[in-house]
């Protein structure tokens, strides 16, 4: 019941995504020039999206924030955010920044720019989005990592005791105890933190109650109240285990299997595997994936809590279970994480030319050192393990039938020293056997056909009762020990290359995976403000006056093939704006001896501008800008633009 509450609180109303949201359409156009101002900017994703307070900024053509409406889903598709618009608007450019939350829990952002009636100079940059505020980012990636790795050792450690049944569980109390409490005050700070995260704001925004209600009616908002949910059950299940360990083994193991499940589809349902290809695949490999990481590592700690106090024959039965499910755990790990890797990567270029790549490539090597450390660990093992099956050899009693010499004399039988004489009164055994007279029982009888028939035989007992067992080597407990200490330090290792292993995952689910980042480089209409090329030419005419030596700041917009935008503004050596008598610019395009195309600039007021500048190729064009300063002073500088297709 709790399992299917929790697919139903984290699923429910889930579509198909695809990892992290991309920019599919804007509404005014990128780049375009509209007539008449529009009532509406609307963007279109190719995949729901989360809208925040501040999910649009509007700029003017005098940089100035322009006021618009509240924003909200575009007819209710969750797929498109939209803002309304002032009535009037201003002849110019205007420059929209945006910020949505995409249906893998993680912020995205861009911008564009449209023009109504021209354009104009834009020469102030405008950021996408609010900056990562580092206090909060940083708390908010603390509280990931301490997160994944209490939930690693509930996992693990529970698993440990169902499945490897150690005699003594007090050791595994401090692991457990701590690992609860870790998990829940992270989930606490991560609920908390989740607003200001997604906005880019300090931590003090994180104590805003409308901004928390918003976070609990989003996603992963669900997800980390689910986890909450999850706690208390989960609580009360390991200490019951930790104190009846032996008894409904079935129904604990099945238990212990719903709760460990649920506890997985908190982070599942709310991060890579939740958008994207493949979704259902992808989410139940993740699950898979996350439990085989907690029994194997979580496992690793629990071993070596209780190779601190547990006795030898003790450990004799748990590190060979242990290690035949630490190999299991690998194999699954090894199978969902290839298929992981591919959903995520979606090329083999990807594996080094991306962010994600490079941290799975970082990750894979850890895992290669893990497996190192844990080869090395078998080799203990098959040591503890090797005494306890050569005692249980031993101790199994062996009989062996033996002929007893037998001299048959007046009044019985006599077998020699030690062995049986029998007499008138009955039947007596030496010194190891038993003796009886009169009245003995049918246990001493001896049939003295067996003195007629031939020599009997005595059943001697190796090992059994009856015998002194064989006294212990002096040196099996130094051995022991020695062994027991070699395996502490290879499973301590172990545990420590596990946290570096733990860290980087929890980077990597921050990290835009490799096959998103080609869909948004190929859907997205704009990766940057503004979407034009800006070039700075310095100058230096040699003249005295203010206006000799400068800079022109030369904006190609949007610096694609076909009609273009130019404006050039000059500023003079005191940085301030200048009057020139002409600026010129032109573009040659020497590789295909194209040019020059002269941008014919007009004075409009303050800089020169012109909207009809035909590129017709892209490609590395030359920019050669001549700013005249006067009837006999003028420079001409060149430049590299990139035209792009």
């Known amino acids: ?81 939209r803002v309304g618009l002032p009535g009037k608007l201003a002849r110019g450019t205007y420059t929209v920044a945006w910020r949505v939350v995409s249906a893998d829990s993680h912020p995205v952002s861009g911008a564009f720019t449209f023009s109504v009636g021209e ?107 689910a986890r909450l949910v999850i706690l208390p059950p989960l609580a009360v299940f390991l200490v019951r285990l930790r104190r009846h360990p032996g008894p409904r083994r079935p129904v604990a193991l099945l238990a212990g299997t719903a709760l460990a499940v649920a506890l997985s589809l908190t982070w599942a349902a709310a991060e890579h595997a939740s958008a994207g290809i493949q979704v259902p695949l992808a989410m139940t490999s993740s699950v898979v994936h996350l439990l085989a990481t907690g029994v194997w590592l979580g496992g690793l700690v629990a071993l070596l809590a209780t190779l601190r106090g547990a006795s030898a024959d003790s450990l004799a039965e748990i590190v060979p279970r242990f290690s035949q499910i630490a190999f299991t755990a690998v194999t699954v790990l090894a199978v969902t994480g290839f298929y992981q890797s591919w959903r995520g990567l979606g090329s083999l270029d990807a594996l080094t030319g991306t962010s994600y790549g490079r941290l799975l490539l970082a990750k894979l090597a850890a895992v290669t050192v893990l497996l190192l450390a844990a080869g090395y660990s078998r080799r203990w093992t098959a040591r503890i393990a090797a005494p306890a099956a050569s005692a249980v050899r031993t101790a199994a009693p062996e009989r062996v039938p033996q002929p007893v010499g037998v001299s048959v004399g007046e009044g019985g039988v006599s077998v020699g020293e030690g062995g049986v004489s029998v007499g008138q009164g009955g039947v007596s055994v030496g010194e190891v056997g038993v003796s009886g007279g009169e009245g003995a029982g049918p246990g001493a009888a001896v049939d003295g056909a067996a003195g007629r028939h031939g020599p009997p035989e005595a059943t001697v007992e190796r090992g059994g009762p009856g015998r002194t067992p064989p006294a212990a080597e002096p040196d099996a407990e130094p051995a022991a020990d020695a062994r027991r200490r070699g395996l502490r330090r290879s499973v301590l290792v172990e545990v420590a290359v596990a946290a570096v292993v733990l860290l980087i995952t929890t980077v990597l689910t921050g990290t835009l995976p490799g096959r998103a980042q080609a869909e948004a480089a190929q859907q997205a209409p704009a990766g940057a403000l503004p979407p034009t090329t800006q070039v700075t030419v310095p100058f230096d005419t040699g003249a005295g006056s203010l206006a000799g030596r400068g800079t022109v700041q030369v904006t190609v917009d949007p610096a694609r093939v076909g009609d273009n935008g130019v404006q050039a503004v000059v500023y003079g050596s005191d940085t301030g704006l200048v009057v020139v008598p002409e600026v010129r610019v032109t ?59």
Not at 65 to 72: I, P, S, W
């Open 587 to 645: 573009f040659s395009l020497p590789s295909r001896d194209v040019g020059p195309v002269d941008a014919g600039l007009k004075d409009v007021g303050g800089y020169w501008s012109t909207n009809a500048v035909n590129l017709p190729l892209a490609g590395n064009w030359t920019m050669r800008t001549t700013v005249r300063v006067s009837d006999v002073d003028q420079v001409t500088v060149e430049k590299r633009v990139r035209i792009a297709p």
């Open 119 to 225: 354009r104009s100079a834009t020469t102030a940059q405008v950021g996408t989005g609010p900056a990562e505020d580092p206090l909060t980012d940083g708390l908010h990636s603390a509280a990931r990592y301490l997160a994944y790795l209490a939930a690693t050792l509930l996992v693990g450690v529970g698993a440990f005791v169902l499945l490897c049944r150690p005699a003594d569980t007090s050791p595994l109390r401090r692991p457990l105890v701590w690992a609860w409490w870790t998990l829940l005050g992270s989930t606490v700070a991560l609920l908390l933190l989740r607003a200001p995260y997604e906005a880019g704001a300090g931590p003090a925004a994180a104590f805003d109650p409308a901004a928390l209600g918003r976070t609990l009616g989003s996603r992963p908002g669900r997800a980390l109240l």
């Open 1 to 81: 019941m709790l399992l299917g509450a929790v697919l139903v609180l984290l699923l429910g109303g889930a579509g198909p995504a695809s990892a992290h949201a991309a920019l599919r359409s804007t509404d005014p156009g990128d780049g375009s020039v509209v007539q008449r101002a529009p009532r509406h900017v609307t963007l279109t994703f190719t995949e729901s999206v989360g809208l925040l307070d501040d999910s649009f900024r509007v700029f003017g053509p005098d940089q100035r924030r322009v006021r618009t409406g509240e924003a909200a889903h575009a007819d209710g598709r969750s797929d498109t955010a």
